[in-house]
T-cell receptor, first 112, second 115 residues
């Protein structure tokens, strides 16, 4: 069955460092991969979309890579700030479908 | 522009009771989704709709029904609530643009407890 794995353990990093989160998947060939941010008690908020034919996408301090051979996406936050503390979810969608499959998310805590 | 709204925000039910969760979006989006989020399980798709009058099953549809009579509204019904349906429910919507699907916009969630 299709499976998406994100590090279930919280990631603690020091302010100013680069945070790197991982999203691995199996038994799936996604055409699109998204990253969302979720704060406690709130709904997820979209951050970035990357397509299967794209290796890297950037938006301000955010960078996403997509390696379809390794079946992995990396999500980087450079110059991290305490305000970046949240849970980050990856979501995958195949071509020809309207449905996204979500990972369980990784909780990031940026320490001041 | 309110985006995606959900009603109610909190609800406590007894086993066997029924209820309807309402999702409304004012972005004229074609697609709407209902998810549930449980600790350690992530977001799981219950039902979705690709347009007014159409619905389809997601990953965990049992025990739920949906209706999309108007483009802006997507209703999720629980006919006979069970404790296993205790969860946080999120509604989301997205649009079709230029042949590529855009991001999903999520509502604030409904926290449901079934005793």
């Amino acid at each position: 069955s299709q499976k998406i794995e994100q590090n279930s353990e919280a990631l603690n990093i020091q302010e100013g460092k680069t945070a790197t989160l991982t999203c691995n998947y199996t038994n799936y060939s996604p055409a699109y991969l998204q990253w969302y941010r979720q704060d406690p008690g709130r709904g997820p908020v979209f951050l970035l979309l990357i397509r299967e034919n794209e290796k890297e996408k950037r938006k301000e301090r955010l960078k996403v890579t997509f390696d379809t051979t390794l079946k992995q996406s990396l999500f980087h936050i450079t110059a991290s700030q305490p305000a970046d503390s949240a849970t980050y979810l990856c979501a995958l969608r195949g071509s020809g479908t309207y449905k996204y499959i979500f990972g369980t998310g990784t909780r990031l805590k940026v320490l001041a | 522009n309110a985006g995606v709204t959900q009603t109610p925000k909190f609800r406590v039910l007894k086993t066997g009771q029924s209820m309807t969760l309402l999702c409304a979006q004012d972005m004229n989006h074609e697609y709407m989704y209902w998810y549930r989020q449980d600790p350690g399980m992530g977001l799981r798709l219950i039902h979705y709709s690709v347009g007014e009058g159409t619905t389809a099953k997601g990953e965990v549809p049992d025990g739920y029904n949906v209706s999309r009579l108007k483009k802006q509204n997507f209703l999720l019904g629980l006919e006979s609530a069970a404790p296993s349906q205790t969860s946080v429910y999120f509604c989301a919507s997205s649009s079709l643009s230029g042949g590529l699907y855009n991001e999903q916009f999520f509502g604030p969630g409904t926290r449901l407890t079934v005793l």
